[in-house]
């Protein structure tokens, strides 16, 4: 018996299983190698931990070669001792027909190893993640927290485990359907959001072709024009104010501005100037991207310098930590819906003007409503459109190129009067008085009444 190296014994018999299994276990960091007296090269090493694995030497070309080994396999799983055997048997077979048997596992070895590296950076949640820190933040997405509610909820999760080159059209539409049945809108934002990641693969060269490709929006959403009606808008704006804040004066900036959910969200301190009752939108916050510099009303001051209690001077307005901005929107939605059914529970001649809830409503359509409202009140469409920031017909054509008056003292005029109507509405709501708010909205009086019928 001699030594193989520092603390290896080795031995020469026939291999069987008797002889495999007598074999002693050796000490720590101690290996046991049996060679066949039958088949020159093939040997079972025991380890110190009591593994027996079989194993063939070999070697290609001249003597002058250094001998190489290859493991055939661990004893008992899967190899017998004469499976072992006859498979040392084959691979010397191979190496007289000039293969190098160790060589070729190496070459496999490192070949499944780049291909797990090259699956592993073709994965569709890398990818995924590389497109919205690069696109969605890196050019600043005003979408940015949708887009990573349907990446995270629905995009990632239909698509685990999947390399971009391994999305094909039909997994594409069978993902979009299994979301459609949860929800419509949340299938066409996935569609929508899939359709242009895979875009900005191909311009980039990350993938050839889309899947998207001839995919049309799975579901047609109709154009939304709920308007909620002066009482419906005083309702919401005094149940509103059961909420805690910051969300109670969220809600009623909402329909005191006309802007955004999210661009009210937002709202920083470095944005306002209180002095001049001014909010100035950075283009970076807005949809068009183009700045929007808004008068506040008398009613937004007020809630804002409520807010500006501790005299902040950066950061968040409408913050519960003082340092990001408020989220969770879908469950403040829900908390706001629960206060409107709870407000209408407590006032009878509401309720019974427009039932126990109100009819479905998004946030959004606060935005409208002060629209409808400014028309009601007389207000023109070009001041509308300059409250909401909105690029429409005040600068086509050859007017959006020299027209740049930006209506600053109308869209003053115009939110103020919207302010006036909001709370005079909700204080004679406040009292029960619903006759009195239908007797103040410019929509009800100016509406046509029918001829009196001839006698």
Request: one cysteine or more; proline letters at 4%.
């Amino acid at each position: 018996m001699t030594g193989e190296r520092s603390g290896s014994r080795r031995s020469v018999t026939r291999i069987t299983k008797s002889s495999v299994e007598a074999l002693a276990v050796p000490p720590p960091g101690g290996r046991t190698v049996l060679w066949d007296a039958e088949v020159k090269g093939f040997g079972v090493r025991v380890s110190s931990g009591g593994d027996r694995t079989y194993v063939l030497r070999y070697q290609v070309g001249g003597r002058d070669e250094k001998q190489r080994q290859v493991t055939i396999g661990r004893h008992g799983s899967p190899y017998t001792a004469e499976q072992a055997r006859r498979r040392a048997l084959e691979l010397l077979a191979s190496v007289r027909s000039g293969s190098d048997p160790a060589a070729e596992r190496e070459s496999a070895r490192v070949a499944k190893a780049a291909e797990v590296d090259r699956r592993a950076e073709r994965m569709f949640d890398v990818l995924a993640d590389r497109w919205f820190e690069r696109h969605v933040k890196g050019d600043g997405l005003r979408s940015l927290k949708d887009v990573e509610g349907v990446l995270e909820r629905d995009i990632k999760p239909a698509f685990a485990g999947l390399t971009a080159d391994e999305i094909t059209k039909g997994k594409v539409i069978e993902a979009l359907e299994i979301v459609g049945e949860r929800s419509r809108a949340a299938a066409n934002k996935m569609h929508k959001w899939l359709r242009q990641m895979f875009n900005w693969f191909v311009e980039r060269g990350v993938v050839e072709h889309s899947p998207l490709d001839r995919v049309r929006r799975p579901h047609v959403e109709p154009a939304r024009k709920r308007v909620l009606s002066l009482l419906e808008v005083a309702t919401v704006w005094l149940a509103a104010g059961e909420l805690p804040e910051p969300f109670a004066s969220f809600y009623r900036l909402l329909i005191l501005t006309g802007q955004r959910l999210r661009e009210v969200a937002g709202m920083q301190w470095a944005e306002l100037d209180l002095e001049r009752a001014e909010w100035l939108l950075p283009g970076s916050r807005t949809k068009n991207k183009n700045e929007h510099l808004l008068p506040l009303s008398t009613q937004a001051m007020s809630i804002v310098q409520a807010l500006n209690g501790r005299g902040a001077r950066s950061g968040p307005v409408l913050t519960t930590d003082g340092r990001v901005s408020i989220a969770g929107f879908s469950k403040l939605k829900t908390a706001l819906d629960e206060c409107v059914a709870s407000a209408l529970t407590g006032n009878a001649p509401a309720a019974l003007r427009l039932g126990s809830v109100l009819p479905h409503w998004v946030v959004h359509d606060l935005r409208r409503s002060l629209a409808t409202g400014c028309q009601s009140m007389g207000i023109t469409m070009e001041v509308t459109e300059a409250v909401l920031n909105q690029v429409g017909a005040r600068r086509a054509g050859v007017r959006g190129i020299y027209q740049l008056y930006d209506y600053f003292d109308e869209k003053a005029d115009a939110l103020q009067r919207w302010g006036d109507l909001v709370v005079a509405a909700a204080d004679e709501l406040a009292k029960g008085n619903v006759e009195g708010v239908l007797a103040i909205d410019p929509a009800r009086r100016t509406r046509r009444r029918p001829p009196a019928a001839s006698q």
